[in-house]
């Protein structure tokens, strides 16, 4: 099973600690995934087709939410050739016979539920942060690309061979890149980013305005204008919120 830190209590925890978190306003993309852990190789070594937005930051860092939305590139998104099935989805990468969509589900449980064999699911509890939901049935839940697969197409994702596009479809190694949340809620966000969607609960958004500006910045991903300004009127309300990311191999 890959390492990976609880969402559902870092999610508490970041609430807790992001005291200055209360906006409103966002876009999004439906991700409701069938099953799934791949081990997240971030290791989604750039192979020879990845492309690194022009100016994408080279490393790592700890950022306000403000600095780190200004070091996300500039660009205009495109959707031409974007194909779902371009990015393949829940792989068992470490060969533990739990796929990305299972050991997320592993990973963010409050209550841990049991495991049987194939790593079939039963029992257990989560915390849906999106709407502060508690679940108590894997099947009542999507695992949500925090940037959906075709907004990571738009902008960026349609220069790179497929091997790095299942590396960020099953980023297991970023923390908050993938999320298990209702399904109700992600499929509401659908494919919309931040211009267009933010979560309902009001104590999540500044949370997802970093796991968004960090995702993007792990990928070398652009932002277009809407989604820039809808970031940093977010930011605004979030001066607290601090972004935390490694940029994927």
């Not at 205009?76 to 393949?88: A, C, H, K, M, V």
């Not at 091997?163 to 509401?188: G, I, M, P």
């Amino acid at each position: 099973m890959t390492a990976r830190r609880l969402a559902p209590i870092a999610a508490i925890f970041l609430a807790a600690s992001l005291a200055a978190c209360n906006p409103s306003g966002a876009k999004s993309e439906s991700d409701s995934k069938p099953s799934a852990p791949a081990a997240a190789s971030a290791s989604g070594a750039p192979a020879d087709g990845a492309s690194a937005a022009p100016g994408a930051p080279a490393g790592g860092s700890d950022l306000s939410l403000a600095e780190a939305i200004a070091k996300i590139p500039s660009g205009t998104e495109d959707r031409t050739g974007y194909e779902r099935d371009s990015f393949r989805l829940w792989v068992d990468a470490d060969k533990d016979g739990c796929d990305t969509r299972k050991e997320v589900l592993i990973a963010e449980a409050v209550k841990a539920p049991e495991q049987g064999a194939r790593c079939a699911l039963s029992g257990g509890e989560w915390l849906s942060y999106y709407d502060e939901v508690t679940v108590t049935a894997a099947t009542k839940l999507d695992i949500d690309h925090v940037v959906p697969l075709a907004e990571a197409w738009d902008s960026g994702a349609s220069k790179w061979d497929a091997e790095r596009r299942e590396q960020y479809a099953n980023d297991l190694t970023a923390d908050r890149s993938l999320v298990a949340v209702t399904a109700k809620t992600n499929r509401s966000k659908a494919d919309r980013d931040p211009a267009e969607w933010l979560p309902p609960a009001a104590s999540a958004q500044c949370t997802y305005g970093a796991d968004w500006v960090g995702t993007k910045l792990r990928w070398k991903l652009t932002a277009d204008a809407k989604e820039r300004a809808a970031l940093e009127q977010l930011a605004k309300n979030c001066a607290d919120t601090v972004v935390k990311y490694e940029v994927a191999p």
